[in-house]
């Protein structure tokens, strides 16, 4: 049972402020992040959901298209700027790399069904769009070149479609239940149709059926989709279809290049699976002289007949806009003014448009499939689509404990569930299914993360812990992924066979040893936070692990004049220094020896002991100069591709490893040069323009760090620590823990060079130390009131942010 309320209705503004009459859609860019580097593509863009969809819902209803200049990642989250449209489809990831996931539950208007159309043949009847787009919070328009319009937009589990034909045309609607996402390079982790069933009601106004699809990033098993969909008017005419799935399906079925064949038509009821026929049906209005259909579609995981209770409970109406409406007022209500902040001029607008669309993004994943669990009966919440923990536990998560607390409580007891009944919490989930491990297993640092920031409720903290002792003590089986056959990429920690007895993730048994070794360390420091309170016997063997990121550090060997790195070891012990080159990674893919960041990059992110990083660096002013060179241009030498877009440094904000790192100069008391240089990096790589995020905005964890950077804050993951930067706005009224306020001010900010930190009062406190504990102001709410201006000073003179987890080996 969710304990949190969806009901907008419990929400009650600030009292007396001005602020909750504002119209925060004015602010939100819901295409930021739907381009890259080359104007009008999505290649190497923010692969972001463009479409209506509510706060974490299950429903992401939008355009599938196809784009020819792709990477792996381009059409993910189903838009792209020019990509020519196949569908509009129920389900959607947002911002993830890697192949597609979803694009499942269709529609397709079409003006013809004859020759050359084939209707199992998407490219004779895609279609390219003609104008702009139109695309707001809960709402998106197009116009195909067929001159039919599309207008939709989503609610919890559900959407509705409008299209409004040409004069005159003919007017039909394809529903392919065998469409997907496609991934037009191919590779093992291509979805595919499994099967399904559609039924059609006689008269053809409603049909029902399900689908089941499987693949897709996470390599995914099948998973079942039930829909409901219903048209305003019934159709003339409703037939069923099937025909010969010539998709090749990789480890199932043969693969045929033969050419499409003809649909076979049918009437009333068509099923198919599993690995048989596609299916789907055709629904024609000729009688009519309306040029406007109208369709509500529910979607469930359970069956067809909730999948009509959600359309009928939460589309009520075939008029669009009530739809529209009730999605911006959750909106609204449940995200925007949680941060409120002055709209009036002289305020910078573009500052406005990256919060609130920061915001934005940050809420379309993971989602809330709460009641819609169809794998096991349990009593506690159920989310997915976590893409993934090794994205957003960086710095997203907390954001969601502060600003939304109920749905994090019931995130949390999801995570946990699924360790209950599958046997490991997953670090990626979609499609009811853990995987892909990219590192190490980070659910431990969104669990400690919540404990030591003191969240209770009604999380069942010893189940919790005993989920993370699972990841840190059983190695999972291997999945013979050919993502990396060497261990699994499903759950857990692939790598504890070295972990354990070696002391460090060597790199002759295993792939990503630096980055896994770094990671791991990380995880058992989180199991030594909550043993803390929960298994105190168990602390010191995980802070002694914590600390075994030290056994790959080489102290003699240098690079670039920096001496002091991890390096790969092998297993027998002996470093393999052959060649290495720290700046340097192969492709920082799943086989290389560090992951998506090079080991100069990993070389700094030890959050829970950089008193002894800076001590294995050389001391203060070697890390600082080190710091320093990574932010110089054209340092970077490895090539990340569509990764690391547009970056030369080897600091690469557009991936998540380098958050935290250039907050490295908190920890030598040098707060100015942080804000410099975050300050430099969000002004660099973020804007109010559709290539406006550099790279993948993973499931919003990139929004979610400028949103960190705007408050002036910045957490220290798996420890009470929040960094004090610099904020943006001159008033900030934030709601946390679910009642209370955290206001932040500040003065000074008259110009655009104004914004390091002069002096901080925290609760009305004259504040010296660089950073606070979350209890501070996060719990009972606060004032932290800042003064800025243009000048670097050293105000803070204080202890240094804490190395809980300080030891050395
Ligand atoms: C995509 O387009 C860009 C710019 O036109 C080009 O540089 C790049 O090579 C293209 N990529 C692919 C995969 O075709
Ligand atoms: C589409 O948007 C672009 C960029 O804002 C603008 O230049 C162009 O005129 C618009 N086209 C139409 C048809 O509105
Ligand atoms: C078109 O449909 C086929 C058959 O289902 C599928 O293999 C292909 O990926 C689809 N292409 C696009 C661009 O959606
Ligand atoms: C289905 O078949 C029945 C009997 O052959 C026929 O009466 C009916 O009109 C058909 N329905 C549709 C939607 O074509
Ligand atoms: C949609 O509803 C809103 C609020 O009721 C109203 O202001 C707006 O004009 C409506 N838009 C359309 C296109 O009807
Ligand atoms: C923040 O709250 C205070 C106290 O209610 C109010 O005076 C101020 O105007 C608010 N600021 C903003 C930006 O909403
Ligand atoms: C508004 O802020 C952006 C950065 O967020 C900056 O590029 C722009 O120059 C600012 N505009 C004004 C008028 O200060
Ligand atoms: C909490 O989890 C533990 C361990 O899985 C279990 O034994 C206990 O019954 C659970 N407590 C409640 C209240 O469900
Ligand atoms: C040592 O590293 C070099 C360079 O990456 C590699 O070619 C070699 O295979 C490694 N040796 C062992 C024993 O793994
Ligand atoms: C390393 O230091 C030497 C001596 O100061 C200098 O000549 C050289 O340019 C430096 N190399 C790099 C990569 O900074
Ligand atoms: C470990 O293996 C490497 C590569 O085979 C070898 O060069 C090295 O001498 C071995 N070290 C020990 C301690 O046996
Ligand atoms: C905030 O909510 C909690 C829990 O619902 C309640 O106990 C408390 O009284 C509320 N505080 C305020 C200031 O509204």
């Known amino acids: 049972?969710?304990?949190?309320?969806?009901?907008?209705?419990?929400?009650?503004?600030?009292?007396?402020?001005?602020?909750?009459?504002?119209?925060?859609?004015?602010?939100?860019?819901?295409?930021?992040?739907?381009?890259?580097?080359?104007?009008?593509?999505?290649?190497?863009?923010?692969?972001?959901?463009?479409?209506?969809?509510?706060?974490?819902?299950?429903?992401?209803?939008?355009?599938?298209?196809?784009?020819?200049?792709?990477?792996?990642?381009?059409?993910?989250?189903?838009?792209?700027?020019?990509?020519?449209?196949?569908?509009?489809?129920?389900?959607?990831?947002?911002?993830?790399?890697?192949?597609?996931?979803?694009?499942?539950?269709?529609?397709?208007?079409?003006?013809?069904?004859?020759?050359?159309?084939?209707?199992?043949?998407?490219?004779?009847?895609?279609?390219?769009?003609?104008?702009?787009?139109?695309?707001?919070?809960?709402?998106?328009?197009?116009?195909?070149?067929?001159?039919?319009?599309?207008?939709?937009?989503?609610?919890?589990?559900?959407?509705?479609?409008?299209?409004?034909?040409?004069?005159?045309?003919?007017?039909?609607?394809?529903?392919?239940?065998?469409?997907?996402?496609?991934?037009?390079?191919?590779?093992?982790?291509?979805?595919?149709?499994?099967?399904?069933?559609?039924?059609?009601?006689?008269?053809?106004?409603?049909?029902?059926?399900?689908?089941?699809?499987?693949?897709?990033?996470?390599?995914?098993?099948?998973?079942?989709?039930?829909?409901?969909?219903?048209?305003?008017?019934?159709?003339?005419?409703?037939?069923?279809?099937?025909?010969?799935?010539?998709?090749?399906?990789?480890?199932?079925?043969?693969?045929?290049?033969?050419?499409?064949?003809?649909?076979?038509?049918?009437?009333?009821?068509?099923?198919?699976?599993?690995?048989?026929?596609?299916?789907g049906a055709v629904f024609t209005w000729s009688n009519t002289s309306s040029t406007t259909v109208r369709s509500r579609v529910g979607i469930s995981f359970i069956s067809a007949d909730k999948a009509c209770a959600f359309k009928n409970a939460e589309i009520k109406s075939w008029d669009l806009n009530d739809t529209v409406q009730a999605a911006v007022h959750e909106w609204n209500a449940d995200v925007f003014s949680k941060i409120q902040v002055p709209t009036d001029a002289p305020q910078n607008r573009t500052n406005l448009v990256l919060l609130y669309s920061s915001l934005y993004f940050m809420h379309l994943m993971p989602s809330d499939r709460t009641g819609e669990n169809p794998l096991w009966q349990s009593s506690e919440p159920s989310w997915d689509d976590f893409y993934t923990a090794w994205d957003i536990f960086r710095c997203t998560t907390t954001l969601y404990q502060i600003l939304q607390p109920s749905y994090y409580e019931s995130m949390i007891r999801a995570l946990i569930d699924i360790w209950r009944w599958e046997g490991y919490m997953p670090d990626g989930r979609s499609g009811n299914y853990n995987g892909l491990v990219q590192g190490g297993s980070n659910a431990d640092n969104i669990l400690a993360d919540a404990y030591v920031r003191g969240l209770r409720g009604n999380v069942n903290w010893t189940a919790g812990y005993q989920a993370m002792l699972k990841d840190a003590e059983v190695q999972p089986y291997n999945t013979f992924s050919f993502t990396d056959p060497s261990a699994?990429?499903?759950?857990?920690?692939?790598?504890?066979?070295?972990?354990?007895?070696?002391?460090?993730?060597?790199?002759?048994?295993?792939?990503?040893?630096?980055?896994?070794?770094?990671?791991?360390?990380?995880?058992?420091?989180?199991?030594?936070?909550?043993?803390k309170d929960l298994a105190p016997g168990d602390v010191e063997k995980y802070m002694n692990r914590s600390a075994q990121w030290q056994n790959l550090w080489v102290h003699d060997f240098t690079s670039l004049n920096f001496t002091g790195f991890l390096a790969p070891r092998l297993a027998n012990g002996t470093f393999n220094l052959t060649d290495y080159n720290p700046a340097l990674c192969g492709g920082c893919e799943w086989q290389d020896i560090s992951y998506e960041a090079t080991p100069f990059e990993y070389s700094f992110t030890i959050p829970h002991d950089m008193q002894t990083l800076i001590d294995f660096m050389g001391g203060e002013q070697a890390f600082e100069e080190r710091l320093d060179y990574i932010f110089q241009a054209n340092t970077s030498q490895q090539n990340l591709g569509a990764n690391g877009a547009a970056i030369n440094t080897i600091m690469n904000i557009g991936n998540e490893p380098d958050f935290a790192t250039p907050y490295g100069y908190h920890y030598i008391n040098k707060q100015a040069k942080s804000v410099e240089r975050t300050r430099q990096l969000a002004n660099t790589y973020f804007h109010d323009a559709p290539f406006g995020v550099p790279g993948n905005s993973d499931a919003g964890a990139l929004n979610s760090w400028l949103i960190w950077q705007m408050l002036g804050l910045y957490p220290v993951v798996t420890q009470t620590t929040i960094l004090i930067g610099s904020p943006w706005f001159s008033d900030i009224n934030m709601t946390v823990n679910?009642?209370?306020?955290?206001?932040?001010?500040?003065?000074?900010?008259?110009?655009?060079?104004?914004y390091y930190v002069q002096s901080v009062k925290v609760n009305g406190q004259p504040w010296t130390k660089n950073w606070l504990d979350h209890a501070d102001v996060m719990v009972e709410g606060g004032s932290i009131e800042f003064e800025l201006g243009s000048e670097m000073t050293a105000w803070a003179t204080g202890e240094v942010p804490p190395s809980p987890g300080h030891l050395v080996l």
């Open 488 to 531: 699994s990429v499903k759950e857990g920690r692939g790598a504890l066979n070295d972990w354990i007895p070696l002391g460090y993730v060597s790199s002759d048994r295993s792939t990503r040893a630096v980055s896994r070794t770094v990671e791991y360390a990380l995880n058992d420091f989180a199991l030594a936070q909550v043993a």
């Open 1 to 279: 049972m969710a304990t949190h309320s969806r009901l907008i209705a419990t929400f009650t503004f600030l009292a007396g402020s001005v602020a909750a009459q504002v119209d925060y859609l004015q602010y939100v860019n819901v295409l930021i992040g739907s381009e890259g580097p080359y104007p009008g593509q999505a290649f190497g863009g923010g692969d972001i959901f463009v479409g209506g969809a509510v706060p974490f819902g299950v429903a992401k209803v939008g355009i599938d298209t196809y784009e020819d200049n792709v990477t792996l990642s381009t059409l993910n989250g189903g838009y792209t700027p020019q990509g020519r449209v196949t569908a509009i489809s129920m389900m959607h990831e947002s911002g993830t790399g890697g192949p597609a996931k979803y694009g499942v539950v269709a529609q397709m208007p079409l003006t013809t069904v004859d020759a050359p159309v084939n209707i199992l043949d998407n490219s004779t009847y895609w279609q390219r769009r003609v104008g702009n787009d139109t695309a707001q919070v809960g709402y998106f328009k197009t116009e195909l070149e067929s001159g039919v319009t599309v207008e939709l937009s989503g609610a919890r589990h559900s959407g509705i479609m409008q299209y409004t034909y040409p004069q005159g045309s003919e007017k039909h609607v394809l529903v392919d239940v065998s469409h997907y996402l496609p991934d037009e390079n191919g590779g093992s982790a291509v979805q595919v149709f499994l099967g399904g069933q559609i039924d059609l009601q006689p008269g053809g106004k409603i049909y029902t059926g399900y689908g089941i699809w499987g693949g897709g990033w996470n390599e995914g098993a099948p998973f079942t989709v039930f829909f409901c969909g219903e048209f305003e008017k019934a159709p003339d005419q409703a037939q069923t279809f099937r025909g010969r799935n010539t998709d090749p399906m990789q480890r199932y079925h043969a693969f045929s290049n033969e050419p499409y064949q003809q649909a076979m038509f049918g009437n009333l009821t068509e099923a198919s699976g599993p690995l048989n026929d596609r299916i």
């Open 738 to 754: 679910g009642n209370r306020t955290l206001r932040i001010t500040a003065t000074g900010l008259d110009n655009a060079d104004s």
